[in-house]
């Protein structure tokens, strides 16, 4: 975890936070001639280089995603046309009570970004299959994919990413744009003017000000489309006493 795509509340994380070490779990090596298997720190970029280095195609997409391989598995993290839930044969996990346990692709639940695999394990490694490839080929899939997310996202601002999923059917930044919330600010919290699903601290927001601007434009996407937006980014932890952000605005003016 890199926390890249998490927004944790100003009142903290009332438990323990985890977070794997790069010395057990952060390493990336090859099984067989196509597959892969990767700790859960291993961030997406090494996975995609390592797999670049070995001409295996169908892991382009991992070069533009700011997290890890642990983040991917549960976010079912996708872009430019390549998911998570496409390249993963089995996920490594540990519980509360320290049982492993494997999870087949089927065990993992995925859908568009989420995976309904129990909420409490830890996912320690993962194999993956990909496909022989051109190192070329996949190497102008990897440029594409920098470029792309150059030119369309503020990958250089604080953010988390895609504040909202995208309904069926529907782009949610087209919504928010329709709802008129491009560049909408609370204090510090602002819809990027680049990309209006992209969240931003602009400098010293705090989670307060993140979460109210995003259930305000839900409020606001709600009105003018009807459609209720669905956050993608997870918000964890507890208020701050007084500084409680109520579910969905709109349910409470409807
Ligand atoms: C600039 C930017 C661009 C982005 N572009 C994309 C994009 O194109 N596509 C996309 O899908 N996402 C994108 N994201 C969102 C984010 O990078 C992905 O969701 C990523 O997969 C999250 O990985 P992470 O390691 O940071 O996870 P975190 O944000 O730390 O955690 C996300 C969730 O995964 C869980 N988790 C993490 N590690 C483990 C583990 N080992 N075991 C069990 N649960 C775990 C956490 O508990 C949490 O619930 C973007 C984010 C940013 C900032």
């Given at each position: 975890?890199?926390?890249?795509?998490?927004?944790?509340?100003?009142?903290?994380?009332?438990?323990?936070?985890?977070?794997?070490?790069?010395?057990?779990?952060?390493?990336?090596?090859?099984?067989?001639?196509?597959?892969?298997?990767?700790?859960?720190?291993?961030?997406?970029?090494?996975?995609?280089?390592?797999?670049?280095?070995?001409?295996?195609g169908?892991?382009?997409?991992?070069?533009?995603?700011?997290?890890?391989?642990?983040?991917a598995?549960?976010?079912?993290?996708?872009?430019?046309?390549?998911?998570?839930?496409e390249?993963?044969?089995?996920?490594?996990?540990?519980?509360?009570?320290?049982?492993?346990?494997?999870?087949?692709?089927?065990?993992?639940?995925?859908?568009?970004r989420?995976?309904?695999?129990?909420?409490?394990?830890?996912?320690?490694?993962?194999?993956?299959?990909?496909?022989?490839?051109?190192?070329?080929?996949i190497?102008a899939?990897?440029?594409?994919?920098?470029?792309?997310?150059?030119?369309?996202?503020?990958?250089?601002?604080?953010?988390?990413?895609?504040?909202?999923?995208?309904?069926e059917g529907?782009?949610?930044?087209?919504?928010?744009?329709?709802?008129?919330c491009?560049?909408?600010?609370?204090?510090?919290?602002?819809?990027?003017?680049?990309?209006?699903?992209?969240?931003?601290?602009?400098?010293?927001?705090?989670?307060?000000?993140?979460?109210?601007?995003?259930?305000?434009?839900?409020?606001?996407?709600?009105?003018t489309?009807?459609?209720?937006?669905?956050?993608?980014?997870?918000?964890?932890?507890?208020?701050?006493?007084?500084y409680?952000?109520?579910?969905?605005?709109?349910?409470?003016?409807?």
């Amino acid at each position: 975890m890199l926390g890249s795509n998490l927004l944790v509340r100003d009142g903290g994380i009332p438990g323990v936070v985890i977070r794997l070490s790069a010395k057990g779990f952060g390493d990336v090596e090859l099984v067989s001639e196509t597959r892969v298997k990767a700790g859960t720190i291993c961030p997406d970029k090494n996975l995609a280089a390592m797999t670049l280095d070995h001409g295996i195609g169908g892991f382009a997409f991992y070069y533009g995603i700011p997290g890890t391989i642990g983040g991917a598995l549960r976010m079912n993290a996708g872009a430019n046309g390549g998911e998570t839930r496409e390249r993963v044969v089995e996920v490594h996990a540990v519980d509360r009570q320290g049982n492993t346990h494997v999870l087949s692709n089927a065990d993992m639940g995925y859908s568009y970004r989420h995976s309904s695999a129990p909420k409490d394990i830890i996912f320690t490694h993962a194999v993956f299959e990909g496909y022989p490839e051109d190192k070329a080929k996949i190497r102008a899939d990897m440029d594409a994919v920098r470029q792309h997310h150059e030119t369309v996202q503020p990958i250089h601002e604080k953010t988390g990413g895609s504040t909202f999923k995208n309904p069926e059917g529907h782009s949610a930044w087209k919504l928010i744009d329709e709802a008129g919330c491009r560049g909408m600010m609370i204090g510090g919290a602002q819809m990027s003017p680049m990309h209006c699903n992209f969240m931003i601290n602009t400098g010293q927001a705090s989670g307060y000000e993140l979460e109210y601007l995003g259930e305000t434009v839900r409020q606001r996407v709600f009105e003018t489309s009807g459609i209720s937006l669905e956050w993608e980014i997870k918000r964890i932890g507890t208020f701050m006493p007084g500084y409680e952000v109520k579910e969905f605005l709109g349910e409470l003016t409807a």
